[in-house]
């Protein structure tokens, strides 16, 4: 089966992935405020921003694997200075510029101490703002030389066994970091891309050797048995955490399962990404839509860099922080998604408008 691309010989279905994925991760950082909100735990408005926030978490790994397929598949071999010129000054600017603004935001908006210590060890630790994915690509794009060497020249049976290495190396060192936190590996900004080498290149395998194309009743199958279970037991874990039960070393064991290495964001994500890449949407699509779908996802990296600035003025100044609106909650959550998205849409095409601001955001 053929991967279907428009006359431009662009796949749309990345683009509608690379937009699910931006709404995803709006989604994940207004809801965690209503997910962390102890007064409303077990109720409904809970229940849905639980859903909403554990279903969400496949919105880094899904860009990750769409960045490793439209990566891999460009390099080419006898340009690698070029090559990595071209993605360090692309990355290197924007995560520049954003990573001094976040350090600055609440310190200006919030007027916070000004800590540089703790700023300086949270930056190491790539733990101190949403920029870690710019952080991920940007490593990536480093081994991308090696890894296209290897899936374009080994045998699949050695790139399924490196996926299936890649995929058990993630799930198992997040548990044992879980259980045994003084264990050895500790993720920071050198190491945080080791981790989702499984996710960049099953990206690129997945696409190119067409694995499990014909099986979309079963991807949908997996993607929905994922979907439920992952909130199941998000929600059992978040219980037993404000029981303050652990087990062994654990502390926030409910986190695991928010993770983009938890068993089921793994199932949901590649399911997913299966799903859409195997489905024709350059058929079904008009026109205006296919315009609508190139265009909204060109503005997809801007709007992940700049809407927490848009969540913390809906809740300075529209009324939208948990303990300040009215029932129902759940209606303002989803208000509150749609309103910052949008916000950061608009936005991100003005800044796109002017030569000095456009390369902050594209």
């Not at 690698?80 to 600055?104: E, Q």
């Not at 003084?182 to 050198?190: C, G, V």
Request: hydrophobic share 55%; net charge positive; glycine share 4%.
């Amino acid at each position: 089966m053929k991967i279907s691309k428009n006359t431009s010989n662009r796949i749309i279905s990345l683009d509608i992935l690379r937009i699910l994925a931006g709404l995803a991760v709006v989604s994940i950082h207004v809801s965690d405020s209503f997910v962390g909100y102890k007064n409303i735990f077990g109720g409904i408005t809970w229940f849905i921003a639980n859903y909403i926030n554990s279903t969400a978490r496949i919105s880094v790994p899904l860009f990750v694997m769409i960045s490793g397929y439209l990566i891999i598949s460009r390099y080419r071999e006898n340009n690698l200075f070029a090559f990595l010129t071209k993605r360090f000054f692309r990355l290197i600017l924007p995560f520049v510029f954003w990573t001094v603004f976040f350090f600055f935001w609440p310190y200006w908006f919030f007027g916070a101490k000004l800590n540089l210590v703790s700023s300086l060890r949270d930056f190491l630790n790539s733990t101190n703002t949403h920029l870690y994915f710019l952080v991920i690509i940007l490593e990536l794009s480093l081994l991308t030389p090696l890894l296209s060497s290897f899936f374009k020249k080994s045998t699949v049976q050695n790139q399924k066994y490196f996926l299936v290495l890649t995929f058990l190396f993630s799930i198992t060192v997040t548990l044992i970091n879980l259980f045994f936190p003084f264990s050895a590996y500790k993720e920071n900004i050198l190491t945080k891309s080791l981790l989702y080498i499984g996710y960049y290149c099953a990206g690129y395998f997945l696409v190119e050797k067409r694995i499990f194309f014909n099986k979309k009743k079963l991807l949908v199958g997996v993607f929905a048995f994922s979907a439920i279970a992952n909130g199941i037991f998000n929600f059992l874990t978040t219980d037993l955490d404000n029981s303050k039960v652990s087990f062994l070393w654990s502390k926030g064991f409910n986190q695991y399962f928010f993770g983009p290495f938890s068993p089921f964001i793994v199932l949901m994500t590649v399911s997913l990404f299966l799903i859409f890449v195997s489905t024709d949407f350059a058929g079904k699509l008009n026109r205006f839509s296919e315009k609508a779908v190139i265009h909204l996802s060109s503005v997809i990296f801007g709007i992940y860099l700049i809407h927490p600035i848009f969540i913390d003025l809906a809740d300075k100044f529209a009324g939208l922080r948990i303990d300040k609106i009215l029932s129902p909650l759940w209606f303002f959550l989803i208000l509150k998604i749609i309103i910052v998205f949008f916000l950061s849409y608009f936005t991100v095409n003005l800044l796109k408008s002017i030569p000095l601001t456009k390369q902050l955001v594209s």
